[in-house]
């Protein structure tokens, strides 16, 4: 009773009580996966640069022909141009510059400040449409599978539905339909993607509903709302945060490819608008293609290292 | 069985139908006009944009309520009437015919290539576990599985078409399908497409088998005195085989929506995916339903397929 | 016993090397089989009789296995070092296994018949063409109704005594001159036991077969087997005929596992039991390994490992009570 506290209505509130020494038992086993541990360095690195990356960078919109298609530090291009006087082809050096160490691209852009950008638009939408997509799906799989019957019927129905929908294709439609932005994409890969997460939530809660502990607890009177949120949640909480740290990958490439594909937020530069001004040059500037590529490649990477990692040290059988 | 499968069938339709539903009602209520992109060439010869525009709409009923379109639009469906492409200037189903064989070739040979050779390496891995190989393996997939395919194809374009000159960097269309010209011109994306499920099927085939391996079965196998090439790929790879069926169908279903799209983008390859897109961005509904629709009844069939191979594989399921 | 011995096993050491250490399941186990003999290995759970039976046809997963000593001489041939094409032609023709649980020891997605007829064929291809018809004389010797429906059918369609038998048919299905059975009977009811039993009797007495039954059941020993060897922490620590195991035990793990038979004239308030538990097969202790639990332990067996010692002709036993250098007695 100590921990507990009587609140003004006079009802016990239980404080939000996390158990230290369990949390120290599943990062003790997380630290064992060395690719794990390379891949949340990563994440972490990237949430930093998408954090106070565009506050030291310039401008990721700044346009200067003057310098278009520079090479990244360390590389060169070469440059023939047909002098008519002297009837001989004078060719040129362009050795990268300190000032743009990664480079510009076809519009004199600096590929190190829209990289910058990327990784902000990127983990951005990322955690915001999984966070959507998890919340939904949570919701929806615990209540079908706490309803069942009729509901739950309906629920699933619904959900083949959706999961038979050409996801990338509605991604696509919506997108042109209500006008490329952020907003839009987040809020449109966050209410389509939440299908897996609920029939996986559903069938783990369903499995929970007739294990001993929860028959106990009705056995002793607890309410429907006690069961769901005392003990359903918490026992599929590991699974929930796993089934994040691997959909967030899905959730960055689709928004690059949407990008990509030249559907992405004019106001914003992301890995994949960079990628979509890359494509076409690609025989005279091959780095605006391949650096925002290594840096989507690096962060889907590191996620699925990271969640692979999660996975296991939350997996009471599998040995780390 | 037989029910079953009637059943399934029902149900079937039932969810295409709503899926053509949403569909038809997102375009529809967008806010632009089929004829928008018809009429410029008009406006360009400097005639009267207003009148020709009202008069096609009379001629295709697109001025009459959106609920009267839809049931005509349902009607004509039955009566196998498509509708027509204004983008296209053609009825549907003739743009459809004549494009579909591409994509079709394209998955057709990439889920080959990634079931081939994913479902061997993966049991290499499992038979030799712990091994350099098996490592390597390991690491090979969980790259594969996080490299964006669109990325990827770019990359195999610039390495090979830009800088070694090996292939062309677009498809033609001029070599005829059953040509060797063809075929090499689809290594490329067939690579770019394969990679990324043949990394998942090397992961999922491995664990499967490693799930099997260690069974009892396996232990009588070895008793009766059965070669080993008998043992593996008799028993285990039979009983593995189970959970891969599910994993590659619903793949294949992932692949027709969104992987290919992107590779025909990416290699200039004029299949359904490009006709869609560019269906979507001239608002020509007609074809986006009927693509959407195709592609519906696509994934919805392989759903099908999946069940009744699992009943003929797995003699423990029995659909009522 | 003028009967020929079929079967021998020396000094057999297998151990696994696992992460958390080498796991010694099985460390020094010697027996002989002779013809038409059933040796019934007794055991607790966990003390190494099913990794023995393993190890006769190395069957056990290697890695993390191995055998590091001893020998397995069958007709003189050494089955820990034999080729394994030469171990392959053996398994499931000279000598087949029966596994404790039918359930998952058959293959769920091929039917009965297929695996049977599997077996034959592989060990004798001309008899092709009557493959099914012995799988099907197989099942009704083991009394199964209807054999030839019975082959069509996968093992989640039959019952589990049907499983058992059909796992039996299945071992018996080349003739083997040795039936190894881990726990037969564990898995099904009293009733299927019976008759299980029943039919294993039969075939010993019918086809001169011998068996190494394994079970920790000591009631069983006493209905099917003719020597009976006891296991204890992946040794053996005494063989002998079956009456003498169960009448005048001399090993004090025997005496206390005999001790430990529920018996319903006597008028107890609690079941006797052995104190203390199994060792751990990793840590196995010094000297005897049934010291620490052992009622009449002695200095000498902390430190030094006893040798097996003839007691009685046919009884063997490992304990330094009966050995006079350490006694002074006899």
Known sequence: MSEEKISRRGMIKKPVYINRRLVRYYWDRLKKNKLSLAGLGFIVFLALLGIFGPFLAADPQHVDFDIKNLPPLGFSTQESIYDIKTNTFATTVNPGRPDHPLGTDSKGRDMLSMLISGSR???????????????????????????????????????????????????????????????????????????????????????LRTRDFITASKALGASDNRIIFNHLIPNVASLIIVMATLSIPGVIMAEAALSFIGMGDPMSTSWGTILNTGQHSLDTAWWVAVEPGIMLFLTVLSFNFFGDGLRDAFDPKASV | ???????????SIIIAWGILTITFILLRVGPTSPVDRYILNIAARGQDVESVKQAIEARYGLNKPITEQYFSYMANLLQGNWGWSFSASMPVLELIGSHWIYS????????????????????????????????????????????????????????????????????????????????????????????????????????????????????????????????????????????????????????????????????????????????????DYAVVVAVTLIGTFLVLFINLATDLLYTYLDPRIRYE | MAAKTILEVKDLKTWFYTRRGIVKAVNGVSFTLDEGECLCLVGESGCGKSVTALSILRLFDSPPGKIVEGKVLYEGLDLTTCAMPLLRSIRGKDIAMVFQNAQSALNPVFTIGDQIEEQINTHMPHHDRNSRQKATALLEEMKIPEAAEALKMYPHQMSGGMKQRAMIAMGLSCDPRILIADEPTTAVDVTIRAQIIYILQELKARRNMSIIFITHDLSLVREIGDRAAVV???????????????????HPYTIGLISCLPDISADLKRLPSIPGNTPNPIDIPSGCPFHPRCPSVMDICRTVEPEMLNISGVQIAACHLYDANVTGKR
């Open chain 1, 121 to 207: 638009i990127s983990l951005l939408v990322g955690l915001l449409a999984t966070g959507i997509a998890l919340f939904l799906g949570t919701f929806l799989g615990v209540l079908s599978a706490y309803l069942g019957g009729w509901a739950d019927n309906l629920l699933m129905r619904f959900t083949d539905v959706m999961m038979t929908f050409p996801f990338f294709l509605l991604l696509v439609l919506i997108v042109f339909i209500f006008g490329p932005s952020l907003t839009i994409i987040v809020i449109v890969i966050g209410l389509t993607g939440w299908t897996g997460a609920a029939r996986l939530i559903r069938s783990e809660a369903l499995s």
């Open chain 2, 1 to 11: 069985m037989r029910n079953y499968i009637i059943k399934r069938l029902i149900y």
């Open chain 2, 104 to 283: 079709f070739q394209l998955i057709l040979l990439a889920t080959i290539f990634a079931i081939i050779l994913g479902v061997g390496l993966g049991m290499l891995a499992a038979v030799k576990q712990n091994t350099k190989f098996d490592y390597a393996a390991s690491i090979f997939s969980f790259i594969g599985i996080s490299i964006p395919g669109f990325w990827l194809g770019l990359m195999l374009i610039l390495v090979f078409a830009v800088y070694l000159g090996v292939f062309k960097t677009y498809y033609d269309t001029n070599y005829p399908i059953w040509s060797l010209e063809n075929l090499k011109q689809l290594i490329l994306p067939v690579m770019a497409l394969g990679i990324g499920e043949l990394a998942g099927y090397v992961r999922y085939t491995r664990s499967a088998m490693l799930d099997n391996l260690r069974k009892e079965f396996v232990t009588t196998a070895r008793a009766k005195g059965l070669p080993e090439r008998t043992v593996i790929g008799k028993h285990v790879l039979r009983n593995a085989i189970l959970p891969l069926v599910t994993i590659i169908m619903f793949d294949l279903g992932s692949v027709v929506f969104g992987g290919a799209y992107l590779t025909e983008i990416v290699f200039g390859i004029p299949g359904l995916g490009q006709v869609s897109f560019n269906a979507i961005f001239a608002n």
């Open chain 3, 232 to 250: 204890y922490a992946g040794k053996v620590v005494e063989i002998a005929p079956v009456e003498h195991i169960l009448n005048k035990p001399a």
